[in-house]
């Protein structure tokens, strides 16, 4: 990408979005285009073929969608289906009916098995059962991963599909019901410092493992692989290493500076009991994270302080 290529960040106030932005502009892209959802509707085609035709965007990051944790998930399976079915489809053939360049669409690795082979490889996609606690949301990413390889086949575009472990930094979502696990148990960890609370609630065994990948890392190699690769195969973005929901949650105590007991509620769903990515195909590209867990959580508490009034409400 050219320094004053015109770049669209769709979803640019999310955890990825931002982060994204705030990459490109540190890198020197100056001409970026973006829209609130309040502007722009991207579960409207109207909407979204006016925004194409009126800015002709010539590089996409497709980074915005219906996220959210476990529980939310399986509380909301139309909302998470129907939602980013209509934003990526709406999007991915805008892109192409305006000749995009090339559009880089944001997957998740919940597309992989609920009991894949460990660490998850690319090429495990669609090889057995889903987590049926995000199978609606997994579907729906891998109709994206699809519709992009199909567009390359049939018409020749360059959309690339890179699959992000699960992701935690600035502009996460805090909300205790919504949200994924580190943010959710920042928040937890403070409020129990502040209130003095005797005990953390921490959902369910505490035994599954997570891979965690700091947010600007995502926007690092997206920007890099957006500059660097085209092709139909899909790209996993991971740090390589995994840890239990019980040691994230100790870790966090410490990073609060929380004393008290953590409990954990088995009546809230594990999910997956794994779901570590595969990274050779990242690392024979040339990319690799540079931010380790314990970093991306002092900066993860330090910006969740900061703002403390928003991720409180
Ligand atoms: O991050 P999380 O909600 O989603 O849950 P997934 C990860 C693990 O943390 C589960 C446990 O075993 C949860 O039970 N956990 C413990 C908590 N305490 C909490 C808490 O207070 N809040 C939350 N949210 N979890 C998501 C998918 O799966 O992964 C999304 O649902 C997306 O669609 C995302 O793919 C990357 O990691 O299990």
């Known amino acids: 990408m050219n320094l004053d290529a015109k770049i669209y960040v769709a979803g640019h106030r999310g955890l990825v979005g931002s982060a994204i932005v705030r990459n490109l ?17 991207l579960t409207r085609r109207d909407q979204v073929d006016l925004f194409f035709e009126e800015e002709e965007p010539e590089y996409v990051f497709l980074a915005a969608a ?28 805008a892109a192409y009916q305006n000749g995009v360049k090339k559009l880089l669409f944001l997957g ?12 998850m490889r690319e090429d495990s996609l669609l ?69 003095n609370a005797p005990t953390v609630e921490v959902w369910g065994t ?20 957006m500059n660097c690769y085209s092709g139909s195969d899909l790209v996993n973005i991971g740090m390589g290493k995994d840890i239990s929901i ?25 999910g997956a009991p794994r779901k570590l990515v595969d990274i050779n195909r990242l690392t024979s590209l040339g990319w690799q994270a540079t931010t380790s867990l314990d970093e991306g959580l002092e900066m993860a508490y330090k910006w969740f302080l900061e703002h403390i009034e928003k991720n409180t409400m």
């Open 25 to 41: 502009t540190a890198k020197g892209y100056s001409n970026l285009v973006f829209r609130t959802s309040q502007q722009l509707d």
């Open 127 to 195: 090889t057995g059962e889903l987590e049926p606690t995000n199978e609606p949301y997994a579907i729906a990413k891998i109709a994206g991963i699809k519709m992009c390889q199909s567009y390359n086949r049939q018409y020749g575009t360059n959309f690339i599909s890179i699959m992000p472990t699960n992701l935690y930094g600035p502009h996460d979502n805090f909300d205790l019901s919504s949200s994924h696990v580190l943010p959710a148990l920042i928040r937890k960890f403070h409020e129990a410092k502040m209130n």
């Open 66 to 93: 219906k996220v959210g944790g476990i529980v939310a998930n399986n509380d909301f399976p139309a909302e998470f289906i129907r939602d980013n079915l209509m934003i990526q489809t709406n999007v991915i053939d």
């Open 108 to 119: 998740s690795t919940c597309i992989y098995p609920k009991l894949a082979a460990q660490p």
């Open 206 to 225: 505490g035994t599954p493992k997570r891979e965690f990948l700091y947010s600007d890392d995502l926007a690092d190699a997206a920007i890099y692989l």
């Open 246 to 270: 019980k040691e994230l949650a100790e870790k966090i105590g410490e990073t609060v500076g929380y004393e008290g007991e953590i409990v954990f509620n088995a009546s809230k769903p594990d």
